[in-house]
């Protein structure tokens, strides 16, 4: 699993008739203090995220294991909107006070 920032939509004309109708996200992999990490990964959004929030995301055979992508081609899945991120008793990231990391 990989914290990611959503950074974009992608918009697909024509694709495999098993991911008609699943929105595909831009998603940043990014460090715990928000910092990029690596390259941008193109993902299927299981959970209607948006722009700009924090997400919890898969990669290879676990992201064919959710509702919406089990036994499609999908490498890449948001499972989870990231609310609350507590370390070693402190929090460290509140979406109600997000500002983009």
Request: proline share 4%; hydrophobic share 40%; aromatic share 4%.
């Given at each position: ?18 991911l ?12 715990l ?36 992508t ?7 899945a ?24």
């Open positions: 699993m990989l914290f990611a920032r959503v950074v974009g939509n992608v918009v697909c004309t024509r694709k495999d008739d098993k008609v109708g699943c929105k595909l996200l831009m998603a940043q992999p990014v460090e203090d928000g910092k990029p990490k690596g390259t941008p990964l193109i993902a299927v959004d299981t959970v209607g995220a948006g722009e700009g929030e924090l997400v919890l995301l898969v990669q290879g055979s676990s992201a064919r294991q959710t509702s919406r089990e036994s499609n081609p999908v490498d890449c948001i499972f989870a909107i990231v609310d609350t991120i507590e370390k070693d008793g402190s929090v460290v990231f509140r979406k109600s006070q997000d500002k983009g990391l």
